[in-house]
Each structure stands twice: as structure tokens, then as C-alpha cells.
């Protein structure tokens, strides 16, 4: 191909503009990461007003509908802050323009009509690729982002012509974008297309489903995911589907922007630092315990968590493993939201010991950032995690992972066992079991290395080495696409 390869990546939120998760994350960086690798990169997103309103240097390329139970559908093209990539974005008020989060409403209760939302993104993507939407840009490979996206592989697959390849990324299995079978006529598919091989999951279409069975490469986030995935503890029920199609399945771990995770630059922290200037983490620190209202006291092993309050974040084994630590003389500093229980089990041990226990529940980027950089330790003890991203910010800031050996954690920390402490390449603390028991026993251990200050600094300088820039992430995707792209023998 002489000109650079069209690719369309399909999201249904992008950093910085509006994110709920890692996938926010992942979509404000790879694209970027895309271009640097030669790529003709393009966005489409669903026109909420975060990104509708600042959508600037605007065409109008499409006008569609009535159709997914929108009036009007105006596919647009313009440039949004912050992103150095053109994005079309899909203006249609009567989906996409109310307040707040892009899935769920105030009371946390899905939109009804997510189905209509989501359907809609995933049908622009594949007439992106089919070329009748803009003849000035045709995309030769979509590449849809978790559910949201995972009916555009569906409908390239089920186009008499299909022009395109696609590639759809899993960064969750557990959400399944079910939707029910009456909607098929609104979603523009046919009746055959609902079936144990098509897009049915127990009675549902699963719009997941619709990604991991018609997409011609499926990836997710990391390697020991990608395995994971495949058994039945992992699958979410749909390890059947996955193991058929094992051979298109590629684990690609994520990256890290390190623009904006940086502890030498980030203008979040109060006292920035690098691996060369590492004592003034230690202020960090403080400036950390003073804003939450700990004791400020350089001593106490401080464990952060930025995180939702899920069961599939293991929230719960913390909680119950932290009154010992506690008496070890140790801090928690949480930032989250989400389940509950898991909030008023936070609140009480806050109330508690207020000295050592400050937990906030909101979404808060800057504090996120401070919490990562002043914190001694990250915590992400999950059940399960595709990839998770806040022990890779911890690695880069000197704030020791304390993990599951799960998923992509697994494959980003080294624990801290006599071992990698000897032969210098130890990270972090891991632990095994899904248990309180097993997560206490590697956090006594950070409480142990933690008191003896040369064997600590010495792991940190280790950790803020790692380099997972999404540069390297980046050139597993190309390859993938060079493959798909490249004209059949
Ligand atoms: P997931 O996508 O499963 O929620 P990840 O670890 O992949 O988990 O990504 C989580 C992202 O969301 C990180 O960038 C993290 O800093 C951010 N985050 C999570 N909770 C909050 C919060 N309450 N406030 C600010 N940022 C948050």
C-alpha cells in the first residue's frame, strides 16, 4: 500500500474529554501511539455533549436517519481539545445529549436505550469502512473498543461487500452490552443473524458477543488475560466462544502516557520528583497525608487505592485486612466510588481512625494523581483485571504495586521475594489467593522492606525504570494490522 493504511478507532469515551476507566485512557493515547507507527488515524465517538459542544473546525459530512430511534443523525468531522487526531462524531440529540455519564443516569440505573446509543456508533464505524458515508476517507480497518463498538465487526461480517477488516478489543469481559431480541429491527439486523453462532448470549443479543464472534482479530489488554479468558473461571460465559476462536486472539498489554503520568512534570503534584531527585517523594507524601488529614508521619507504610468499589477490584479483601495493617502503623488513603457496602465499610474504618483511614468518594483526577504520586504503596488486589493501569502509574511515580497475580498485573509487577530483591529486579508485592489472609501476608512484607530504607529505595528506583510507553504497545497493534491489511496470497 503506498498510502498510509486508514484506520478507525471506535470508543465510547476518550481522555481527557470524558472517561470512566482505563478505556478513556486507552483511547486518549494508542490512536496518537497509531500515527507515530505510519497509520492514517481517525476517531468515532458518540456525540455527547462533552464531545459535541467543544467540537471545533466542524464539516458536515453525512446526514442520516429517522433510524436507531433517533430523528436526526448528522455525522460530523471536526478537531476536539486536546486530541491531535480528526474525530467524527455522531450528533444525535435525542440519544446522545443529557448530562452525566455516557452509560448509566443518576441513580447508576443503565439508559434504556443504551442499546439504540451504542448500536448506532458500532453501524457508523462499519459504513466508515464500507465507504458510504465519507467517499473523501474510507477506512480500510475499524477497530472497535469493548462492547459499545462490537457491533461494527458484526455488520462489516454481515455486508454483502465487506470492504474493511476490523479488529475489536475486549477491555472487560464482564460487560456484556445485552440487549433484548425484539430490537433487532431498530439495530438494522436480521433475524438470522440471532443464533448460538451469531450474536444470541441466553436469550439476549450480547453485543460483545457480536465483537468476539465476527471480528477478524480480537485483542484484549494483556497476555495472561488473554489466556484467562479462554477458561471458565474467567470467561464470563463466554470461554466457548472464545476458545473457538483462539487463533485471532492476541493479548496486547496497555500503555501508560507518560505526558501525563509523570512525576518529574505532573503540575497535579504539590512536590514533583524523579527517579534522581527520589527523596522528594517523601514530601510528596506529606503534602499527601496533610491534604487528607492523616498523621504526617513519614514512617507509616501509605497505601493508596484509586479505584472503582467493585467486586471485581477486590475492595473487600482490603477492608478486611486492614485492621492488622493498621496496627502496624499503616495508612490507607482511597479515592472511588461505586458499590455501596463497599462504601460504608470504607466510611466506618475511616471514622474509626480518622489519623490513618481517609477515604473520598468521587471522581477526582487531580487527587487521583496525588494519591498515585504520594502514596508508598498502590493497591489493586482484584479478582480480576484485563489489564489495570494504576499499578503501572504507581510503578512510574515510586509507589510499589501491591497486587493480585492476575491478568495484567500479573504481567507488569515483579514481587518482592527474596529472589528479586537479591537479583534486583523486584517491582512490587503479589499474592495468590483471593483472600484477606493472602493479600495481609505481601502487605506485612511491603511493611517489612518498608522500614528498611535502602532495600525500599532500591525497589523504587527498579520500579520507575519500567518502561510501558504505549509506543511499544503501539507496534504490536501495527503488526496485527499489517497482517490483516496485508492482500491475501
Ligand atoms: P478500570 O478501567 O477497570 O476502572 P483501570 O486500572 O484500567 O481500571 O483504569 C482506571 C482509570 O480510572 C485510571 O486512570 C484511574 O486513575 C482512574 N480512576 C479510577 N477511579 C477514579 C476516581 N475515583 N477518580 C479519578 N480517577 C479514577
Known amino acids: 500500500m503506498t498510502s498510509a493504511a486508514r484506520i478507525l478507532q471506535v470508543g465510547a469515551e476518550i481522555f481527557p474529554l470524558i472517561k470512566t476507566g482505563g478505556l478513556g485512557d486507552v483511547l486518549g493515547a494508542l490512536p496518537q501511539a497509531l500515527v507515530r507507527q505510519g497509520f492514517d488515524v481517525r476517531l468515532l465517538l ?7 459542544q467543544p467540537l471545533t473546525d466542524v464539516q458536515q459530512v453525512c446526514t442520516l436517519g429517522p433510524a436507531f430511534g433517533a430523528a436526526s443523525i448528522e455525522i460530523l468531522l471536526g478537531r476536539l481539545p486536546g486530541i491531535a487526531l480528526p474525530a467524527y462524531v455522531i450528533d444525535a440529540p435525542s440519544l446522545y445529549e443529557r448530562a452525566g455519564n455516557p452509560y448509566v443516569d443518576d441513580q447508576g440505573k443503565e439508559w434504556a436505550d443504551n442499546a439504540a446509543r451504542f ?6 464505524a462499519a459504513h466508515l469502512g464500507l465507504g458510504d458515508i465519507d467517499r473523501s476517507w474510507r477506512a480500510h480497518l475499524v477497530h472497535g473498543h469493548d462492547w459499545h463498538a462490537g457491533l461494527a465487526a458484526t455488520y462489516l461480517a454481515l455486508h454483502p461487500q465487506p470492504r474493511c477488516r476490523s479488529v475489536f478489543t475486549v477491555h472487560n469481559l464482564a460487560f456484556a452490552g445485552l440487549f433484548e431480541r425484539e430490537l433487532l429491527p431498530t439495530l438494522l439486523l436480521p433475524e438470522d443473524s440471532f443464533g448460538l453462532d451469531g450474536i444470541e448470549f441466553h436469550g439476549d443479543g450480547s453485543m460483545l458477543k457480536a465483537g468476539l464472534q465476527y471480528a477478524d482479530a480480537i485483542t484484549t489488554v494483556s497476555p495472561t488475560y488473554a489466556s484467562e479468558i479462554r477458561t471458565p473461571e474467567f470467561g464470563c460465559g463466554l470461554d466457548g466462544v472464545i476458545a473457538q476462536r483462539a487463533e485471532q486472539l492476541h493479548g496486547i498489554l496497555n500503555g501508560v502516557d507518560y505526558e501525563i503520568w509523570n512525576p518529574a512534570t505532573d503540575r497535579q503534584l504539590e512536590v514533583r520528583f524523579d527517579h534522581k531527585r527520589i527523596a522528594l517523594k517523601a514530601a510528596a507524601k506529606a503534602a499527601l497525608q496533610k491534604q487528607l488529614g492523616l498523621a504526617v508521619d513519614p514512617g507509616a507504610l501509605l497505601i493508596g487505592v484509586v479505584s472503582r468499589l467493585t467486586q471485581q477490584k477486590g475492595i473487600d479483601l482490603l477492608l ?11 495508612q490507607l488513603a482511597l ?4 458499590d455501596a457496602i463497599l462504601e460504608n465499610g470504607c466510611r466506618a474504618l475511616a471514622t474509626a481512625a480518622p489519623s490513618q483511614v481517609a477515604v473520598r468518594f468521587a471522581y477526582d483526577e487531580p487527587l487521583a494523581h496525588r494519591i498515585i504520586g504520594g502514596s508508598d504503596v498502590i493497591a489493586v488486589p482484584s479478582r480480576f483485571e484485563p489489564c489495570g493501569l494504576t499499578q503501572l502509574y504507581g510503578l512510574r511515580y515510586g509507589t510499589l504495586p501491591l497486587v493480585r497475580r492476575v491478568g495484567g498485573l500479573a504481567d507488569t509487577v515483579i514481587d518482592a521475594d527474596d529472589a528479586s530483591l537479591t537479583a534486583g529486579t523486584a517491582t512490587g508485592f503479589v499474592f495468590d489467593a483471593a483472600t484477606p489472609a493472602a ?3 505481601a502487605a506485612r512484607r511491603a511493611v517489612a522492606l518498608h522500614r528498611q530504607s535502602a532495600g525500599w529505595q532500591k525497589v523504587m528506583k527498579r520500579a520507575m525504570a519500567q518502561d510501558f510507553s504505549w509506543d511499544g504497545a503501539a507496534s504490536h497493534y501495527a503488526a496485527l494490522y499489517r497482517e490483516l491489511l496485508a492482500p491475501s496470497t
Open 119 to 124: 448500536g448506532l456508533l458500532g453501524w457508523v
Open 439 to 441: 493479600l495481609l501476608l
Open 320 to 330: 478486611q485486612a486492614l485492621p492488622a495493617l493498621l496496627a502496624d502503623g499503616a
Open 335 to 338: 479515592l472511588g466510588s461505586g
Open 46 to 52: 458518540p456525540g455527547y455533549p462533552a464531545l459535541r
